[in-house]
């Protein structure tokens, strides 16, 4: 990872945007262990992200997930997978917020 990584401490939240989707997993751990050493327990994370939804109906985020694995080697995820990519991190997903644009809010808490 390059360029400055640091991350403001004890904050009572952090918000991440089309952040997460740009690295594969191992570094997309990374950047929210991160964020969860600097965190104060309790701090709320936000990412606002495609997630992509269980069902087969045409989606926007399906595209940029091809998109994303082309250029970066990196994908969108659906809930279950930020859930895992989030637990590993310490924090605990505490909802998926559906927007009216083709993103979704991911929210944890830092555990």
Known sequence: MYGDCSVPKRGDAYVLKNVIHDWPEDDAVRILKNVRVAARTGARLLLC???????????HGKWVDLEM???AGARERTAAEYGRLIDQAGFR????????????IVEATAV
Do not use: K, M, W
């Open 49 to 59: 992200e495609f997630v992509i939804p269980e069902h087969n109906r045409d989606f």
């Open 69 to 71: 694995l082309v250029v």
């Open 93 to 104: 997903l505490n909802r998926v917020v559906d927007t009216a644009s083709p993103l979704s």
